[in-house]
C-alpha cells in the first residue's frame, strides 16, 4: 500500500485556476464573470452572499468614493469623494458645535451609508455581461 491517503481530489486537475460554469459545466476561467458557452453570469449565482469585490469595495471605502470607483461606478464614486465627503465633513464641523458633539456622529454614518451603499451596488466592471438580455 503505497499510496494509502492519496488526496482526493486529484481528479480536478487544476482546480485553482478553473472553475466549471454552474449552469452548463463548461470549464471557465476561476475568476470569469461570464460563461462563453450559455448565458450563465456571475451576478446572478453570486449576489445573494457578496463576492469578494464586495469586500474589497467596502474595504476601499475607508476613502469614501474609492469602492465605487473600484466597482466600476466612477461617476458616483466621484461625487462622494469630491463633493459628498467635504459636505459631510463639513456639515459634521458645522453642527459639532451646535449640537455639543452629536454632529460628530454624521460622520461616521456617512462612512457606513457609502460602505452600505457600495456593498450592495451592481458590480460593473464585467466586461461583456450587459450586451445581451438584462434580466431585470
Ligand atoms: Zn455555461
Known amino acids: ?17 478553473t472553475m466549471q460554469c454552474p449552469y452548463c459545466g463548461a ?13 450563465w453570469t456571475r451576478d446572478q ?3 445573494a452572499e457578496g463576492k469578494a469585490s464586495d469586500a474589497v469595495a467596502v474595504m476601499l471605502s475607508v476613502i469614501p468614493g474609492l469602492g ?8 458616483i ?3 462622494i469623494m469630491f463633493i459628498g465627503t467635504p459636505m459631510a465633513i463639513a456639515i459634521a464641523a458645522i453642527t ?3 449640537t455639543a458633539g452629536f454632529g460628530g456622529l454624521l460622520l461616521p454614518l456617512w462612512w457606513f451609508g457609502v460602505m452600505f451603499h457600495v456593498w450592495g451596488i451592481d458590480d460593473r466592471i464585467a466586461p461583456n455581461v450587459r450586451d ?5
Open 132 to 136: 445581451e438580455g438584462e434580466q431585470y
Open 77 to 79: 464614486g466621484a461625487l
Open 68 to 75: 465605487h470607483i473600484y466597482k466600476g461606478h466612477r461617476l
Open 27 to 39: 470549464t471557465l476561467p476561476r475568476d470569469a464573470q461570464a460563461c462563453t458557452q450559455c448565458d
Open 45 to 47: 449565482t453570486e449576489t
Open 96 to 98: 459639532f458645535t451646535f
Open 1 to 17: 500500500m503505497e499510496y494509502t491517503d492519496a488526496p482526493a481530489q486529484t481528479q480536478f486537475e487544476t482546480s485553482t485556476d
